[in-house]
């Protein structure tokens, strides 16, 4: 049971350059979401999906894009990268929907920008 | 809009000594509680929950948070800290409900366990 599987690990991109990342979840969760974490900024939620063919925006989707065509997969897409966008991103996914059970997270993706 | 605050950005221990990691929150409603830990270039990882009922929530390699309403807080804590946990540490709030997706987190407690 693999869980949450972010590709890839790493990453060092040009300012312009796009990029797909990947994530997938072998737990039949309905709910999954892309985070960003920077230095003493915590996690801030980029976008989310609670089911496969939808997804919505989160507290700081600008630059970035996402899909959901299947349920075990979320892929998120910077169509033109910038420094800005130097971060680590992180996978979730989650089972209920009413908001009380934990998720499950991937070990990340370095991204950085130059 | 929900919201979590973590006042310290860093928390040294003494090995064997008790440890706490401060959290406040900010919903509308009863919240739903979580911590997490992240290890150095790792995911984060689960370690406790408050949904309803005791205040005092058991979690995962000994650690356990209380619930305290009044004053809107969800301490992590530890009664004997161990090198191994040195980590950073997130609580997490989310609004009960079934239209409620986002789950937000705090910037973070650097935990050292000094030997």
């Known amino acids: 049971n693999a869980g949450v599987t972010q590709t890839p690990k790493f990453r060092v991109l040009k300012t312009g350059q796009s990029m797909t990342l990947l994530c997938a979840q072998d737990?039949?969760?309905?709910?999954m979401y892309w985070y960003r974490q920077d230095p003493g900024m915590g996690l801030r939620l980029i976008h989310y999906?609670?089911?496969?063919?939808?997804?919505a925006k989160g507290e700081v989707p600008d630059g970035y894009n996402v899909s959901r065509l299947k349920k075990q997969n979320f892929l998120l897409g910077l169509e033109s990268a910038a420094p800005s966008q130097t971060s680590v991103y992180f996978c979730?996914?989650?089972?209920?929907?009413?908001?009380?059970?934990?998720?499950?997270f991937g070990q990340g993706t370095r991204l950085t920008v130059v | 809009a929900q919201s979590v605050a973590q006042p310290e950005d860093q928390v040294n221990v003494a090995e064997g000594n008790p440890l706490t990691v401060k959290c406040t929150y900010s919903?509308?409603?009863?919240?739903?509680l979580f911590w997490y830990v992240q290890y150095p270039n790792r995911g984060l990882q689960f370690l406790l929950k408050y949904i309803t009922g005791d205040n005092l929530v058991k979690g995962s390699y000994g650690f356990e948070a209380e619930f305290n309403k009044s004053q809107t807080s969800f301490h992590l804590k530890k009664p004997s800290a161990l090198v191994s946990d040195s980590a950073l540490y997130f609580c997490a709030v989310r609004e009960p409900g079934a239209g409620s997706y986002q789950l937000t987190f705090g910037k973070g407690t650097k935990l050292s366990v000094i030997p």
């Open positions: 737990m039949n969760h309905e709910y």
């Open positions: 999906s609670v089911g496969e063919g939808t997804t």
């Open positions: 919903v509308s409603g009863n919240p739903y």
């Open positions: 979730a996914s989650s089972y209920d929907h009413f908001a009380n059970t934990e998720a499950f």
